[in-house]
């Protein structure tokens, strides 16, 4: 621990009377539920793989439940997820000739 007047010129909530978290240097979270969400389901519908046995393609999310965040913690950004979906798919399968 910083001795009085030694310590990072950041920390300086202590100086303010309102007492604000300047340059959000403590702690913040905003929720990125929402965003991510749709962010999923745009990445995942449409999604195809194929291989020489045939081709799968994402159709529908039909279950999106969870929750995102974003932390920054003295400048740093933390992310925290955590997703559970369940998504239906259209198999295609090729015939060798």
Request: charged share 30%; glycine share 6%.
């Amino acid at each position: 621990m910083a001795k009085w007047g030694e310590g990072d010129p950041r920390w300086i909530v202590e100086e303010r009377a309102d007492a604000t978290n300047v340059n959000n240097w403590h702690w913040t979270e905003r929720d990125a539920t929402n965003w991510s969400s749709d962010k999923l389901k745009s990445l995942l519908l449409g999604l195809s793989v194929e291989d020489d046995e045939g081709a799968c393609e994402v159709t529908e999310v039909s279950k999106l439940d969870g929750e995102a965040s974003i932390n920054n913690r003295k400048g740093k950004l933390i992310f925290f997820y955590e997703w559970n979906l369940k998504h239906d798919t259209q198999q295609l399968l090729r015939l060798s000739t």
